[in-house]
Nanobody
Framework: QVQLVESGGGLVQAGGSLRLSCAAS????????MAWFRQAPGKEREFVAT???????YYADSVKGRFTISRDNAKNTVYLQMTSLNPEDTAVYYC????????????????????WGQGTQVTVSS
């Protein structure tokens, strides 16, 4: 089991920045890959970024170059640094953990992640 708690959301103006944090507890943090998803009102939950056990990172095209995912295994925390925010980034952001090893491809679908946080709201005003 992995318990995840997000923080760092809030209201920011377009062009601004925010850093989200996700604190993990339970299963050894260093043994799980982590990801961020987001869900805007009336839309499906969508992949934002993931950091694998190798340290490699992958991003959705919509955030590439603006968002950075990182992890601190000593603190059991994964981060999402968001810059150049625009109103289309407004959503509830969720942290997720993937305990499956040896995947043949990078998982970007919500059902591929077993553990989820409660979400944190990010609102970008124009």
């Amino acid at each position: 089991q992995v318990q995840l708690v997000e923080s760092g959301g809030g209201l920011v103006q377009a062009g601004g920045s925010l850093r989200l944090s996700c604190a993990a507890s339970g299963r050894t943090f260093s043994s799980v890959a982590m990801a961020w998803f987001r869900q805007a009102p009336g839309k499906e939950r969508e992949f934002v970024a993931t950091i694998r056990l190798s340290g490699r990172t992958y991003y959705a095209d919509s955030v590439k170059g603006r968002f950075t995912i990182s992890r601190d295994n000593a603190k059991n925390t994964v981060y999402l640094q968001m810059t150049s925010l625009n109103p289309e980034d407004t959503a509830v952001y969720y942290c997720a953990a993937d305990a499956v090893l040896g995947r043949l491809r990078v998982p970007i679908l919500p059902h591929e992640y077993a553990y989820w946080g409660q979400g944190t709201q990010v609102t970008v005003s124009s």
